[in-house]
């Protein structure tokens, strides 16, 4: 066993009694499909306005179907308040890539430049109360698809714009904005031009049993991407796609009282708090996930132009191989700086295993104000390499494994 003491040029005693705090305030259990008011057949046209026309027309509490083994097409749609939209097995909802259909009135849907957001969402869910998609079904973002008579597709807007450092001003599958309650359950949602979900500002949100898989894309499909939410819960779903797979910010408000728990994480660039945290990311609790084939797994990262207090962040049971960065927390980001110096307090990993040798880094940016993190029960696989300035690391852990040390396939194995 070693001990992280060799790191640290000082101790502090953390309690784990933190991690119950960290978490959803709610008590949340698996959803259940609404009642429907209406049901739709697929007319092998642009379905926009008849869906757009039942989701207008349900009563609250309500939701219109997409009958299976039909494949929609549809351009920009908006769930009202109360509503919901069930897609049911068998059943496609397929965007139309088409940029004037999205355009906010710029003309600049389908480029990039220094901002993006110039795209309307697929999907929105806006200053609703209680909405929610639901159903064993598919929405297809059609990220890969062309959009324009050049031939180009999202995906290749996207990778021009990382190529001249830019913004791409693609669609969201499902944009969520100030918003109470929401659902979703068991969705399917792949091929997403730019993040899968998108929500800020909201509060009392559950992603259950939700499926995310888009393995070819460019590096802007993010799976869940969250700023300035509150009281979240992310269970039972697995996450696929070449981007982030789960992101919690704090750029607009305080994201806090997150669970996310049951996950299978895979072929991604990993999860992420940051970069912007200046409202704040508190009680955050990620346990039973495996991850796997990621660039990062346990990542936090900020600077001091975007920096706040990111405290109260718990990682259990946790299981990762192929992880490149196992555990990445770090102030610092070069050539960024500013006045809002980030803080990281009472960091907790407990049962961590790393089966493959990888970086763990811990970088904060001056003595007075340290990273601090808490280790217990973490194994590593020998050869793993550490990286540790300006933080208080304190706990113990071994390196024992051979760093061919698999994950369980079923994330539902390593929780039982």
């Known amino acids: 066993m070693q001990k992280l003491k060799v790191f640290s040029a000082a101790f502090v005693v953390f309690s784990l009694l933190h991690i119950g705090a960290a978490k959803d305030l709610r008590t949340v259990t698996e959803p259940k499909n609404p009642e429907i008011c209406t049901s739709l057949n697929a007319t092998s046209d642009d379905d926009t306005q008849t869906i757009q026309k039942a989701l207008d027309s349900c009563t609250k509490g309500q939701a219109v179907a997409l009958l299976s083994n039909s494949t929609f097409y549809a351009g920009p749609l908006t769930i009202p308040s109360g509503v919901s939209l069930l897609v049911e097995e068998h059943a496609i909802l397929r965007a139309i890539p088409n940029p004037k259909l999205y355009d906010k009135g ?25 909405s929610g998609i639901y159903g064993k079904g598919t929405i297809d973002g059609q990220g890969g698809a062309y959009i324009n008579s ?47 979900i998108n929500s800020r500002k909201t509060t009392g949100l559950t992603v259950w049993k939700v499926t995310i898989y888009t393995p070819k894309a460019s590096s802007s499909t993010d799976g869940i991407d969250m700023d300035g939410n509150q009281n979240v819960t992310i269970a039972h779903t697995k996450i696929t796609t070449t981007s982030y797979t789960i ?34 990311v508190s009680n955050v609790n990620f346990s039973n996930i495996t ?63 790393v089966g493959n040798s990888g970086d763990f880094v811990f970088h904060g940016i001056e003595k007075s104000n340290p990273i601090e993190v808490e280790l217990h029960n973490t194994r ?37």
Not at 252 to 269: K, Q, T
Not at 330 to 353: A, E, H, Y
Request: hydrophobic share 35%; charged share 15%; glycine share 6%.
């Open 291 to 353: 991850m796997t084939i990621l660039t990062y797994g346990i990542n936090i990262v900020t600077n001091s132009l975007n920096g706040g207090l990111v405290a109260n962040i718990s990682y259990n049971n946790i299981c990762m191989y192929r992880v490149r960065h196992p555990v990445h927390l770090d102030m610092f980001s070069p050539n960024i700086t500013g006045n809002l110096k980030p803080q990281f307090m009472n960091i907790f990993l407990n049962k961590v295993q």
């Open 106 to 130: 710029a003309n600049k849907c389908g480029t990039y430049d220094d901002y993006g957001g110039e795209c309307k969402a697929f999907i929105s869910i806006l200053k609703a109360n209680g």
């Open 150 to 196: 050049q031939n180009v597709t999202w995906w290749e807007v996207s990778s021009a714009a990382r190529q001249h450092d830019k913004v791409p001003n693609n669609p969201p599958i499902i944009q969520i904005n100030n918003s109470v309650d929401i659902t979703l359950y068991q969705i399917v949602l792949r091929n997403a031009p730019l993040d899968h």
């Open 247 to 280: 992101v919690i910010r704090a750029s607009e408000a305080p994201s806090r009282h997150i669970s996310a728990y049951n996950l299978h994480l895979n072929r991604a660039y990993g999860t992420a708090i940051g970069t912007n945290t200046k409202h704040g």
């Open 380 to 416: 590593v696989s020998k050869g793993s390499s550490w990286s540790v300035k300006n933080a208080i690391v304190t706990g113990d852990w071994k390196d024992d494994l051979n760093g061919r040390t698999h994950c369980p396939h079923n994330v539902n194995n390593l929780l039982e």
